[in-house]
């Protein structure tokens, strides 16, 4: 008994908290808390950021379950996706085999980790028991017009001959976010979902976020990217006549200054433009490059008339104006825009400036644009003011011109012509046109898996062929299938009634455990993942299936496991360590501990072997303790100060770590447990040690690892007595008010700063001699740390009066 076997140990209670169902959670709480580690995609192989992700709802979970609450913690499997499909091609076998061989393994994995997790509820993104709910969303809203189909300049991945959303679009350099190969452009006709039609929402509910770190709620603004301005008609004369054409602009202040007129390349009007000049037409065709480092253009036959001034000025088509960015026309103003300078420079049109800088400084306008707000010169009866009201009183007064808003965000496109996904539940009709499956006939189940270079469903042609739910006639399905990121936009709401046949979730469930309270994943999923299930979330509230309109009240994105030499695990660098290995030789508790207690969750660290060992080490001495506390130990009247020192220290280290816990800050609530049973140690082996105090310390730091070294901590709790699973005891509470002791401890503080003070002032190198002077017994030890923290500490002086004070 006198080693720590945790093979044995883990093994044993794994069995024990299945057998009775510890963590199967009713349908209907009393007190629901939702505790979700975002899903892992199935590759098969979990690495150290699985580990430490889940380590830390594990934990979390396991405090507020023992804390009294229903805790909802479910896992399930982000199974559809191109690896599969690309794994499947690559070994011979289909994508469903694989993905199921891979779910197994990480299943074991997952369990072997000993975490938590309501099994009963598991979810498989690949069943069709699970997509069709998919296919029916995508008719629902389809039917409350949040769908629809168009044709597209998409993003192409020519080596996953796929489409991609813009999120999945990567750096300046435009790379594939799977494959890193450069994407291109397609058109194609594609299915979107109209996320714009809640961009406000989005953007103005982030404000409401409270528990989500903020540079996350900033990357969703930037990725939203509302920007107020002003739309201004201008009219342009061309040879058919005038037309009204509106520019957005963010500077109607600037209006004067507006030199030229700029236009999209497939702007309308930039196609008329085209027709009648061969110039404009080769630029159309071969030049443009919106994505090129140097603004291009062609002047046009057009003019334009500059609503402000009365002035007539040239229409030029230019590449840096983009289709799909306010009206895909703007007043170009060379004085103030640094992009309309860098152009009118290269084809010699004016520069004029309207605004100047508002003190006595001039700006140079031929040498640089001056880009800043000022005051208003050269504008006529609106010279001398500032720009601000500038604007105000222009976007009045301009015959036309209107307040607008541009957003950045772009409906999401999911069609994606690969395999291993979720059909769109759609037939395509000649007379009909497309036409949504019936529910009744949903799901559409995937055919057979071929191997073929292009769309599989496209080759599936037995699979194809069918007829219109509407009129009969033959008809073909779609063959593209959704964006995975579908699949876990709504997964969180599955989990709420994982088997519920009637719609993809029970509404009186879900409204009872949404939000999930802390959500925990990588930082990676900070605009994809998080923004589409906000938007599916808001749709579904907009369904009335919904009383919530916000799925994650809490959200921790957590730092990366390092290797240990501080860089990203690689395969290539061969820095990786596997899970496997360290359960293995350390096992899963030691796992878990080394991770969270090695940083707090948000933040990067490195893996130590070191580390590793001394969390192992750590958790034997804490076994052999508590198999050493004599359990039946019981009351003790009045305590000796020492005794009561550690009773003291007890109930302080309770406090603090429930804090912790509370704050999800493992890292510093295993601190506290740490120095606790460091001074149960010393305490324990002096002659006049109190067995009760001992046995009442060594339960409450049992307790506070319970979540974080749970299965060692079930061997502890054997040890001392415990009854039933210390997985379901309850959370310690301190047993004594300990406000003093904090005031003690802010006392000492202070008294080794004015000590310092006078040290310095008297210029003392090297002071010895310590003195202290009537401090209550109790806190020898508190004293002693902190003279050990400090070695320029000579001493402190405190009266059983200052701290009564
Ligand atoms: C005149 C002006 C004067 C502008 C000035 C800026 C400065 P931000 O602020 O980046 O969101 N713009 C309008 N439509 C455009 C399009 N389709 N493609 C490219 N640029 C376009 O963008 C707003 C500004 O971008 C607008 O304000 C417009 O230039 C330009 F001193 O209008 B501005």
């Known amino acids: 008994q006198a080693t720590y076997d945790h093979h044995a140990i883990e093994q044993h209670w794994q069995r024990e908290w299945d057998d009775a169902d510890v963590f199967r959670v009713p349908d209907d709480a009393d007190d629901p808390e939702y505790v979700l580690a975002m899903f892992p995609y ?3 192989q979990l690495h150290m950021g699985h580990v430490r992700n889940y380590a830390i709802t594990d934990a979390f979970a396991r405090y507020r379950r023992m804390d009294g609450e229903d805790v909802l913690h479910p896992m399930g499997w982000d199974s559809f996706g191109l690896p599969a499909e690309n794994a499947a091609n690559e070994r011979d076998t289909n994508p469903r085999e694989w993905t199921e061989r891979c779910i197994d393994q990480m299943r074991d994995q997952f369990e072997a980790l000993g975490f938590g997790y309501d099994w009963e509820r598991e979810i498989t993104t690949c069943d069709p028991d699970y997509y069709k709910w998919n296919q029916w969303l995508f008719t629902e809203f389809r039917d409350a017009g949040l769908v629809d189909r168009r044709a597209a300049t998409v993003n192409w991945c020519p080596s996953c001959e796929t489409v991609l959303a813009d999120e999945q679009v990567e750096g300046d350099d435009e790379l594939c976010w799977r494959c890193d190969t450069p994407v291109t452009e397609r058109d194609l006709d594609q299915w979107f979902f109209e996320t714009t039609a809640y961009a406000d929402e989005l953007l ?10 903020s540079n996350v709620r900033d990357m ?52 008329a433009a085209a027709d009648r000049d061969d110039d404009v037409a080769h630029f159309v065709e071969e030049v443009a490059d919106p994505d090129g480092d140097e603004p291009q253009g062609v002047e046009t036959e057009f003019t334009a008339t500059n609503p402000a001034t009365g002035a007539e000025i040239p229409v030029v088509v230019a590449d840096f104006v983009l289709s799909d960015v306010g009206t895909g026309a703007l007043m170009a103003v060379p ?8 152009f009118a420079q290269a084809h010699d049109l004016p520069v004029r400036q309207v605004v100047a800088p508002a003190g006595d400084e001039d700006a140079d306008v031929e040498a640089a644009a001056y880009t800043a707000d000022g005051v208003l010169v050269n504008a006529g009866d609106y010279t001398g003011l500032d720009s601000e009201t500038a604007r105000e009183e222009l976007t009045a007064d301009i015959d036309g011109a209107a307040s607008a808003v541009q957003y950045q965000l772009r409906d999401w496109g999911v069609s994606r012509q690969r395999y291993w996904g979720t059909p769109i539940p759609i037939v395509h009709c000649e007379s009909c046109g497309p036409v949504s499956v019936p529910d009744d006939d949903l799901p559409v189940e995937l055919p057979e898996f071929v191997h073929t270079t292009g769309n599989p469903l496209d080759a599936a042609e037995d699979w194809k062929q069918t007829t219109c739910p509407d009129c009969g006639a ?32 029970d509404t009186q469930r879900a409204n009872d455990w949404l939000p999930v309270d802390e959500y925990v994943g990588g930082d990676e999923h900070a605009v994809m993942h998080l923004l589409y299930s906000r938007f599916v ?18 959200l921790t994105t957590q730092g990366m496991v390092l290797g240990e030499d501080g860089t990203k695990m690689s395969k290539s660098k061969d820095n990786g360590v596997a899970p496997e290995r360290i359960v293995d030789e350390y096992g899963a508790d030691t796992a878990r501990l080394f991770t969270l207690r090695a940083a707090r969750p948000s933040k990067a660290f490195p893996w130590s072997e070191e580390g590793v060992r001394s969390s192992h080490t750590f958790l034997e001495r804490l076994l052999s303790m508590a198999r050493a506390v004599n359990a039946d130990a019981t009351a003790d009247g009045d305590l ?3 005794a009561e020192y550690v009773a003291r220290e007890t109930a302080a280290t309770v406090q603090a770590a429930t804090t912790h816990f509370d704050d999800m800050e493992f890292n ?33 730091a049992v307790k506070l690892l319970a979540p974080i070294a749970p299965h060692v901590a079930e061997e502890c709790w054997t040890a001392l007595g415990g009854d039933g699973f210390v997985a379901e005891a309850a959370w310690p509470t301190p047993d004594r008010d300990v406000s003093d002791h904090d005031r003690a401890t802010s006392l000492i503080e202070q008294t080794r700063e004015d000590v310092r003070d006078i040290v310095d002032t008297a210029g003392i190198e090297n002071p010895t001699g310590v003195d202290v002077v009537t401090a209550p017994e109790w806190m020898y030890d508190v004293l002693a740390r902190a003279k050990a923290a400090d070695g320029n500490v000579v001493g402190s002086v405190m009266s059983d009066q200052s701290l009564q004070q």
């Open 335 to 342: 004085a103030h825009d640094d992009r309309d300078h860098e």
């Open 640 to 642: 000796d100060p020492a």
């Open 204 to 213: 103005d509910g982030l404000d409401e976020l409270d528990g989500w770190p």
């Open 42 to 44: 199935t590759s098969g």
């Open 537 to 554: 979330t808001k749709a579904f509230a907009d369904l009335d299936m919904l009383e919530h309109r916000e799925p994650f009240a809490g």
């Open 474 to 505: 033959p008809a073909v399905r779609e063959t593209d299938t959704m964006d995975t990121f579908l699949d876990s936009s709504w997964y969180f709401l599955r989990f709420a009634s994982p088997a519920f046949d009637d719609a993809p979730f």
């Open 220 to 271: 969703q603004r930037n990725w939203v990217g509302r920007t107020d301005g002003v739309e201004v008609p201008f009219t342009v004369h061309t040879p058919d006549g005038d037309e009204d054409v509106v520019a957005f602009t963010t500077r109607v202040d600037t209006i004067h200054g507006a030199t030229y007129f700029a236009l999209a390349p497939d702007h309308p009007l930039a196609e």
């Open 668 to 700: 510093r609530a295993v601190q506290a447990v740490d120095e606790l049973v460091s001074l149960l140690v010393r305490y324990r082996d002096r002659d006049d040690a109190a067995p009760a105090v001992v046995a009442r310390g060594v339960t409450a």
